[in-house]
Nanobody, 124 residues
Framework: QVQLVESGGGLVQAGGSLRLSCVAS????????MAWFRQAPGKDREFVSS????????LYADSVKGRFTISRDNVKNTVYLQMNSLKPEDTAVYYC?????????????????WGKGTLVTVAS
């Protein structure tokens, strides 16, 4: 398993940008697909974006497509979520998650490990 720690959340104005980071520790020599999820107050957790082990394949929820960019640096054991043109509806706790993989697909189901989350608040 790996331990995941998110950072980079905070308060931003609508239209602004923020970059989230998720650092993995533990058995980082294993292959993992990574994904970002978010949970707004009073709502269910939803998928945001995912990235394959190599970083060559990515997926985005329709709600963030064109505004958010996921990337990873396997040397630093870190996955990023660059968030631009933020909207108040992006306000949520953002979680990163990892899934052990044997291929290069950007999985976002049946995740094996989860971080504790970082809060993003977008003011209107």
């Amino acid at each position: 398993q790996v331990q995941l720690v998110e950072s980079g959340g905070g308060l931003v104005q609508a239209g602004g940008s923020l970059r989230l980071s998720c650092v993995a520790s533990g058995r980082t020599f294993s292959s993992y697909a990574m994904a970002w999820f978010r949970q707004a107050p009073g709502k269910d957790r939803e998928f945001v974006s995912s990235i394959s082990w190599s970083g060559g394949n990515t997926l985005y929820a329709d709600s963030v497509k064109g505004r958010f960019t996921i990337s990873r640096d396997n040397v630093k054991n870190t996955v990023y979520l660059q968030m631009n043109s933020l909207k108040p509806e992006d306000t949520a706790v953002y979680y990163c998650a990892a899934r052990r993989v044997a291929d290069d697909a950007p999985y976002y189901t049946a995740m094996d490990d989860w971080g504790k989350g970082t809060l993003v608040t977008v003011a209107s």
